[in-house]
């Protein structure tokens, strides 16, 4: 397989997750913060790729995939700590989980005003017994195969 086509392959992988993850936004399934945390690395990756797909040189390619499988291996270890949080494995960060309230009074937690929390350590979606973390974990170290495939053996 070309070099260009295993950079193509992984950057429309993170393409999917980000675009499946605003379908599943658009729908009424509002993302927590470690959620949005698991996105940032995507888009990171996704401007890595078409930055890559331009480049004229092989050696600078490889570089650029290399970097891909950074940012993909990024959004994979949140992910894989997002699923754990959310399996109650090990606490989660207090702003966003059941174990601390962030700073909000009473009054603030029966309020019918202002943003809604979303927590972190409760599953909204699952699939096979897998959440959209643990599947974000999955995808993310399978892209950052193709990343690393392509940094390593692409030709």
Same mark, same amino acid.
């Given at each position: ?23 599943? &936004? ?11 945390? &698991? ?6 990756? #996704? ?9 004229? &040189? ?71 017994? #897998? ?7 999955? #995808? ?16």
């Amino acid at each position: 397989m070309t070099l260009n086509r295993l950079i193509l392959i992984a950057t429309t992988g993170s393409v999917a997750l980000i675009a499946g993850a605003l379908f599943f &936004q658009s729908i009424g399934y509002a993302p927590c913060a470690m959620c949005h945390w &698991q996105r940032w690395p995507h888009y990171t990756a #996704i401007v890595i790729g078409i930055i890559a797909l331009l480049l004229p &040189q092989t050696i600078a390619k490889r570089v650029f995939a290399g970097l891909g499988a950074l940012a993909a291996l990024t959004t994979s270890g949140i992910g894989f700590f997002h699923a754990g949080v959310e399996l109650k494995w090990w606490p989660g960060p207090q702003s966003c989980t059941g174990s601390g309230l962030g700073g909000l009074s009473g009054g603030d937690l029966l309020s019918m005003d202002g943003p809604r929390i979303i927590m972190c350590d409760q599953v909204s979606w699952a699939f096979m017994g #897998i959440s959209m973390a643990g599947w974000n974990a999955i #995808i993310s170290l399978f892209i950052a195969m193709i990343w690393l495939r392509a940094a390593i053996k692409g030709r």
